[in-house]
């Protein structure tokens, strides 16, 4: 009796000494089998997407549910049949979606972005004041790459910032791939609890931010409680994560890369589109289902079928970007990565984020040109077991 081959597993390892590349077998495939089989650590099979063209197709088409848009498929405890929670900006479609994102989108407009640009540099320059004045080793992350994106998501959002550790360890937890079901519930309760505290207080005393807006306009088509603390849960835990995670490991590159920091200081919008595609934070792409049958590529995708959408592949693609695995910050075209998703499910915060890095990178390597590592490189650890790719702690020297 011929037994059929089992299906190989999600790629998930990065390539020994490179900490900074996606799992190897990606460029096979991209060549080879673009859009295949994998078993998923959630248990399911999906179809990995990892041509450019394929992924920005998947994540536009409207008819691929984000029901698991928040990469469910790489955490073994995931239950894929979990009701969506009415508010959930990643995981809701259609009208239901664009009605929540209609309500926040303003915030984030470049218009009003370019307006916090000033307030971001001054936290880049306080930050580095009092980082400078405690003196070397630092660790970055601790002192420089956590805080400022933290404080910013607070000040638009409406968070007091003297609660940041409670949910910048509960969103630690959320974004987990170790952490048992039990704890991503207590998690996720406790974080809600505490918003459903905060959205009661806004609704009584508003104030200038983006929680109060939302709790208190809108008549017409109010949120309901339920749906004021998911969303809010959302973009309080990716406003944060993903950024400072970028701004640390954006760090890590310039060090290994001093010939090209020059480079990056002088156009800094450009660098930070290259680094964007380069390390691609959200490391197991996202999760669609498909609820028709489709095409992807030559592929034929049945109804009920899910797919990974391999951002990091798709952004190492040499079909679009030549000599993609190199660093290259007078590449053409960096922006038309997809490391903040494609289609109508495209980060909502890109803005945000994209100001938060120029402004941290130049004014820290401005300010301290020769910033160096304070351990071997080799003792660093890596964060190969959460959603946001990144580094544990980056201390720095200098002087």
């Given at each position: 009796m011929t037994v059929a081959p089992a299906t190989p597993a999600l790629p998930t390892t990065r390539p020994a000494g490179c900490p900074?590349?996606?799992?190897?077998?990606?460029?096979?495939?991209?060549?080879?089998a673009p859009t295949s089989k994998v078993r998923c650590p959630a248990g399911m099979d999906a179809w990995l997407v990892t041509r450019y063209a394929d992924v920005r197709a998947v994540l536009a088409d409207r008819t691929m549910s984000s029901r698991g848009a928040s990469s469910v498929h790489v955490n073994?405890?995931?239950?894929?049949?979990?009701?969506?929670?009415?508010?959930?900006?990643?995981?809701?479609?259609?009208?239901?979606?664009?009605?929540?994102?209609?309500?926040v989108i303003a915030e984030f407009?470049?218009?009003?972005?370019?307006?916090?640009?000033?307030?971001?540099?001054?936290?880049?320059?306080?930050?580095?004041?009092?980082?400078?004045?405690?003196?070397?080793?630092a660790d970055l992350v601790r002192d420089f790459a956590l805080p400022i994106p933290s404080l910013v998501i607070c000040e638009l959002l409406g968070v007091p910032y003297a609660d940041r550790s409670q949910f910048q360890r509960q969103s630690t937890t959320l974004v987990s791939t170790d952490a048992t079901r039990e704890e991503g519930e207590e998690a996720y309760d406790a974080l809600s609890g505490y918003l459903a505290a905060l959205f009661t207080e806004k609704q009584r005393n508003p104030q200038d931010d983006l929680f109060s807006r939302l709790s208190v306009a809108?008549?017409?088509?109010?949120?309901?409680?339920?749906?004021?603390?998911?969303?809010?849960?959302s973009l309080l835990v990716a406003g944060h994560e993903t950024t400072a995670n970028m701004i640390a490991l954006s760090t890590l590159v310039l060090l290994d890369h001093p010939g090209q920091r020059e480079a990056a200081l002088a156009a800094p919008e450009r660098a930070v589109e290259e680094l964007l595609r380069y390390l691609s934070v959200v490391q197991w792409g996202v999760l669609r289902y498909a609820t028709s049958d489709v095409q992807v590529g030559s592929q034929p995708v049945r109804a009920g079928e899910w797919l990974v959408a391999a951002l990091n592949s798709a952004n190492r693609d040499e079909s679009v970007f030549p000599g993609a695995d190199e660093l290259d910050f007078a590449r053409e075209s960096p922006r038309t990565h997809v490391a903040f998703g494609f289609g109508a499910h495209q980060c909502v915060g890109q803005q945000l984020a994209r100001v938060e890095l120029q402004e941290a990178l130049t004014g820290l390597f401005r300010r301290v040109p020769d910033l160096r590592l304070a351990v071997p490189r080799d003792e660093l650890g890596y964060k190969h077991n959460t959603l946001v790719y990144g580094v544990r702690e980056l201390p720095v020297a200098w002087g």
């Open positions: 900074f590349d996606p799992p190897g077998s990606y460029a096979a495939r991209r060549e080879t073994p405890n995931a239950d894929l049949d979990e009701e969506v929670h009415p508010g959930s900006i990643i995981q809701l479609d259609g009208a239901t979606h664009s009605r929540l994102r209609k309500k407009t470049v218009r009003r972005v370019e307006a916090l640009r000033g307030y971001v540099r001054q936290l880049v320059e306080s930050h580095l004041d009092a980082m400078l004045a405690q003196g070397a080793p809108g008549a017409d088509d109010p949120l309901t409680m339920e749906e004021l603390v998911v969303l809010g849960l």
